[in-house]
């Protein structure tokens, strides 16, 4: 894909360029009604454009109570970012106006792509224009833990996130999750990379601390083979269930200064980042005090 620029755009000025884009995603593929489309906002709300060499692709518009809505990308420029672009152009400028608060009615094939951005769901759905939508919202208020980034691509994939991490580890790898979450630590390529890190060299260790053994006997787990197989260098260690009560978040941390940080196994999606050394000793040196008081996964004997 050549060029994109994202840019605000003036009503007045590219109404007709913009309206033309909205009808043809709304009206021609969702079969929404015309008339329900273009709305008394349009006028006085803030419009942007996505453009790919001299061709607009795509628009969105926030009103000025921090409604973000009208999010439109012609069929051929979909799955591109085009849509994560626009959206961080539009989050940023919400911070500039210091609102505490931006909202959006998601349609429900979409509600997955707004939580990878931050946003969280709110209130039961609802239908408009026929069509099913779900209510979110992000606040502006809660500032990110001291030394963490925020990065849209980096919740769109996290399974990616941590395969990066441990790809460019070099001694040491802690990883302390649930259960093995599977979408980030049981694909293939997450396997391969732990297996090459493992024999990269004699004193390369990956420490695995779980809190539940429960779901790893009920699936194959690769990781859990791995280990069995390499329990020199793969070490499996359950955490006790005093430890486990207060466990509020997960997170991988190499070496000593790279941290990925996740708040639930059902949550990856909200996963942060930190390279800030200071922060990934902290989360290095908490893991490891819960690792004194871990064991080997006894329910996991006859496949371990």
């Known amino acids: 894909m050549t060029t994109l620029t994202i840019a605000k ?14 009808r043809r995603v709304f009206v021609d593929e969702q079969g929404v ?16 454009m996505a453009r790919i060499q001299d061709t607009v692709v795509a628009t969105a518009r926030m009103l000025d109570s921090g409604v973000i809505g009208r999010m439109a990308v012609l069929k051929p420029y979909r799955g591109k970012g ?12 919400a911070k500039t106006r210091n609102y505490p608060l931006i909202q959006l009615g998601a349609q429900e094939h979409a509600i997955a792509f707004y939580k990878r951005a931050g946003f969280r769901v709110k209130g039961p759905r609802f239908m408009d224009a026929g069509i099913a939508h779900q209510h979110m919202h992000m606040s502006l208020n809660s500032a990110l833990p001291r030394g963490f980034d925020f990065d849209m691509a980096l919740r769109a994939n996290p399974a990616q996130a941590i395969l990066d991490l441990c790809k460019n580890a070099r001694w040491e790898l802690r990883i302390f999750s649930h259960s093995l979450e599977p979408p980030l630590f049981a694909n293939a390529e997450f396997i391969r990379s732990i297996y090459d890190f493992a024999h990269r060299h004699q004193d390369s260790v990956v420490k695995l601390m779980i809190c539940d053994e429960l779901p790893l006997r009920e699936t194959h787990h690769p990781l859990v083979e791995l280990s069995r197989q390499h329990r020199q260098i793969l070490k499996l260690r359950t955490l006790s269930i005093d430890y486990t009560i207060n466990a509020d978040e997960y997170f991988t941390v190499s070496d000593e200064d790279h941290l990925l940080v996740y708040p639930h196994q059902s949550e990856i999606d909200q996963i942060l980042r930190s390279d800030d050394e200071i922060v990934a000793r902290e989360y290095r040196l908490k893991f490891d005090h819960l690792w004194r008081h871990t064991k080997e996964p006894r329910s996991l004997k006859p496949f371990y």
Do not use: N, Y
């Not at 755009?9 to 909205?22: I, N, P």
């Not at 085009?82 to 400028?93: F, Q």
């Open 82 to 93: 085009i849509g994560s672009a626009l959206l961080t152009a539009m989050i940023k400028e």
């Open 33 to 48: 009604p015309e008339v329900l489309e273009l709305d008394e906002f349009d006028a006085t709300a803030s419009h942007w």
């Open 9 to 22: 755009a003036d009503w007045a000025h590219h109404s007709g360029l913009l309206s033309e884009l909205r």
